[in-house]
């Protein structure tokens, strides 16, 4: 199992990013995706998830109405779209799913700063 997110980075304040998760070795489109992210000095906090399909969504009420979760099963990949960046969403962000244990990318560093 191989989980690689990218696409993070320095954006100012009211800016967008977005960020990808790749994944490989196993039945990607059977799983829900969860992107998480941790913030120095706090513990790591689910901000979005989308089941398999990609039918069903949920989010963390600090990032709803600004992030937008999608996916591409035909590319094993899991998209998290960011608008309307704030300094309190600079963290290191992480994706996830669950297969008797949970797995995780290395992570991607967001930092929100003018």
């Known amino acids: 199992v191989q989980i690689v997110e990218s696409g993070g980075g320095l954006v100012q304040p009211g800016g967008s990013l977005r960020l990808s998760c790749a994944a490989s070795?196993?039945?990607?489109?059977?799983?829900?995706i969860n992107w998480y992210r941790q913030a120095p000095g706090k513990e790591r906090e689910l901000v979005a998830t989308i089941t398999s399909a990609g039918v069903d969504t949920f989010y963390a009420d600090s990032v709803k109405g600004r992030f937008t979760v999608s996916r591409d099963n035909a590319k094993n990949t899991v998209y998290l779209q960011m608008n309307s960046l704030k300094p309190e969403d600079t963290a290191v962000y992480y994706c996830?799913?669950?297969?008797?244990?949970?797995?995780w990318g290395q992570g991607t560093q967001v930092t929100v700063s003018s």
């Open positions: 070795g196993f039945t990607f489109s059977a799983y829900t």
């Open positions: 996830n799913f669950k297969r008797f244990i949970h797995y």
